[in-house]
């Protein structure tokens, strides 16, 4: 089975703070994504990477940065917390090569800005 | 532009009574769509996929979806739902591109009850 672990499952910051948020996954999975996830409005995609050091925006990637620096490794960076940012966060990796390939999701970190 | 709309956003029902939770997709592109299953407290989990070919797709835990292309519709069903099914339920259509990124839709809270 894939696993994709996010490092914390609860984390709660200051305004202003830079945070990261970890992704590991253990399948040499080439496709790695972020997602934010609020009630009512669904999963939104803030960053997409598809190789090391390759990345795309997604959808909302204002106020967000990511690194990815090897394979198994995706992390997403709050430059400057802000209480707007508070929400849960889903990384989910996939194997590339085609675009019938489900994503499988870590069990999420729910973020919390002061 | 691809969209996915999940109208219910909340659907009760009575243990071992059946249950249809609805999506309606729109797609310019080959269309592959897929439901997911998020339990509390944790991330998102595949339940079913359809690529192509039939039109009814089975999928884990008893349930399976209907793709209807002329009514761009692809409901969940399941004939006898268990309290443990209760969940927030989410769509998700393929986007344009080479890639596999996915839009979801906005979610539907299945709530089981005695």
């Known amino acids: 089975d894939v696993k994709v672990t996010q490092s914390s499952r609860y984390l709660v910051k200051r305004t202003g703070e830079k945070v990261f948020l970890e992704c590991v996954q253990d399948m040499d999975h080439e496709n790695m994504f972020w997602y934010r996830q609020d009630p009512g409005l669904g999963l939104r995609l803030i960053y997409f990477s598809y190789d090391v050091k390759m990345k795309e925006k997604g959808d909302i990637p204002e106020g967000y940065s990511v690194s990815r620096e090897k394979k198994e490794r995706f992390s997403l960076i709050l430059e400057s917390a802000s209480t707007n940012q508070t929400s849960m966060y889903l990384c989910a990796s996939s194997p590339g090569g085609g675009r019938r390939q489900p994503q499988h999701f870590g069990d999420g970190t729910r973020l919390s800005i002061l | ?114």
Do not use: M
């Not at chain 2, 997911?36 to 008893?62: A, C, E, R």
């Not at chain 2, 793709?67 to 769509?91: G, M």
């Open chain 2, 1 to 114: 532009a691809q969209s996915v709309t999940q109208l219910d956003s909340q659907v009760p029902v009575f243990e071992e009574a059946p249950v249809e939770l609805r999506c309606n997709y729109s797609s310019s592109v080959s269309v592959y769509l897929f439901w997911y299953v998020q339990y509390p407290n944790q991330g998102l989990q595949l339940l079913l996929k359809y690529l192509s070919g039939s039109t009814l797709v089975k999928g884990i835990n008893g349930f399976e979806a209907e793709f209807n292309k002329s009514q761009t519709s692809f409901h969940l069903r399941k004939p006898s739902v268990h309290i443990s099914d209760t969940a927030e339920y989410f769509c998700a259509v393929r986007r344009g591109g080479a890639t596999n990124k996915l839009i979801f839709g906005t979610g539907t809270l299945l709530a089981v009850q005695p």
